[in-house]
């Protein structure tokens, strides 16, 4: 039986307009550019991305391009689990907001999703800084 998550909902505002945005955090190509905390290097294999992380490889997929900015990522562990990241980038004002939903995992400590939220929101501020350069 499935349980409900504990989970963290993370955003930021970037003065940048949103299909720029979107169209830069749903290119894989850009993530060891932003996604500094763990992410080494990122390659193409068939529909999936193989990350080299920190710790150990990663495979990385995003759902179909859309103009929902609806930028939802799956990531495979090397334990094989697979986790659904939300992702979404989302007009505000002149710019866009960009939210982050992540879940604690079960057997996760809450010090370690502590650990791992405090990361999402520094490669968030990561991000911004980029995109308002």
Partial sequence: MMTVLPSKTLSISIERRPEEVYAYVTN???????VTS???SIRRSGEEWIVET???PITLKFVDNNDYGVADH????ATGQ???NPMRVVPN????EVVFT???QSGVSEESFANDTAMI?????TLKRIMEK
């Avoid at 894989?28 to 932003?34: A, G």
């Avoid at 929101?121 to 501020?125: C, G, N, T």
């Fill in 28 to 34: 894989p190509v850009n993530f060891p550019e932003w």
């Fill in 38 to 40: 763990f992410v080494k």
């Fill in 54 to 56: 920190t710790e150990a």
């Fill in 74 to 77: 799956w990531v495979t562990i």
């Fill in 82 to 84: 697979t986790i659904l």
């Fill in 93 to 96: 004002g002149s710019g866009c």
């Fill in 102 to 104: 992540a879940y604690r």
């Fill in 121 to 125: 929101e520094s490669d968030l501020r």
